[in-house]
């Protein structure tokens, strides 16, 4: 834990020097967002973006699938300023939890307090259907290792973390309120993580529907895991981009995915946007959340 806190310090020191004005801390934005599978659009409507690659950020996991650019970004949107993660990595790409939640280790140590967090998942309820968005209300945790096994640094968390609120019922309701605002069709859910890459059988996903869960994915929990270890605020937002098998008549493809998520990406662009204006009207003069 000691040598990745020491990686993560120089990763967000190079991101300092490198995306702000003045390269000092207090210029870096408290809020970020990370986009997941084809959800690049809001990225690219940054005003002010600064980006650089993850290839070039110290130690951080690079890429390697696709949908996922490997763009760390710092600009506005609507006045509010914030980072932008355009894709992640993943545990099924042979990344350890620690790996695959160093971006957000990173955000921590650069004073991000809230994050929020996007991703392409399946279905597990026909009504759900591809194009829709889910704001996450709680998650199940599938196979995929807890991030915070093994030695705990006190300095980012308790060894004994609470997980009850890791999905903010207050950024939730902001996000229902814009939604209402903006007149788009929103739902809640319960999303589970598993590790892919695999799709899921027709028996795992009668398994998951009958210990509650609404949408499945191959991301994201351990990630707000870590967030929540360091106290940052969450919010997250599944795009549905599938039927789960057994729901849907055809075989599940990646490039289905990326299409889908892209269409919808759209409506997730307009929501983010009014996300962020929402919270800017929240926030302390010098830009962090009150």
Request: charged residues 20%; aromatic residues 4%.
């Amino acid at each position: 834990m000691k040598d990745c806190l020491s990686k993560a310090s120089e990763a967000a020191d190079y991101l300092v020097r490198t995306l702000s004005r003045s390269g000092k801390k207090e210029e870096i934005p408290a809020l970020a967002v990370i986009l997941g599978t084809g959800l690049g659009g809001f990225a690219k409507s940054l005003v002010d973006r600064k980006s650089v690659s993850y290839a070039r950020i110290p130690h951080f996991p690079r890429t390697a699938v696709a949908g996922h650019v490997g763009t760390f970004s710092l600009g506005k949107v609507r006045g509010c300023s914030v980072i932008c993660l355009e894709g992640r990595v993943h545990y099924y790409e042979g990344h350890d939890s620690t790996k695959v939640t160093f971006p957000v280790r990173v955000l921590g140590i650069l004073g991000v307090q809230i994050l929020i967090l996007t991703n392409a998942a399946g279905s597990l309820k026909p009504g759900l259907r591809p194009g829709s968005l889910m704001l996450i209300r709680d998650h199940l945790s599938s196979f995929i290792p807890n991030p915070l096994i093994g030695p705990n640094q006190e300095s980012l968390g308790p060894r004994f973390l609470d997980m009850s609120q890791c999905y903010s019922s207050r950024l939730r309701a902001i996000a229902l309120r814009c939604a209402r605002t903006l007149r788009l069709r929103i739902n809640e859910g319960i999303y589970v993580g598993v590790t892919g890459p695999s799709y899921e059988t027709p028996a795992e996903i009668r398994m998951f529907q009958k210990l509650g869960a609404d949408a499945i994915g191959m991301s994201t929990v351990p990630e707000v895991i870590v967030a929540r270890h360091m106290g940052i605020e969450c919010l997250g937002i599944s795009v549905i981009t599938n039927l789960a098998t057994g729901i849907s008549k055809t075989p599940l493809t990646h490039d289905e995915v990326i299409r889908t998520s892209q269409t919808a990406g759209q409506r997730l662009l307009k929501l983010l946007n009014s996300i962020c204006c929402a919270l800017t009207a929240e926030t302390s003069m010098d830009g962090r959340p009150s």
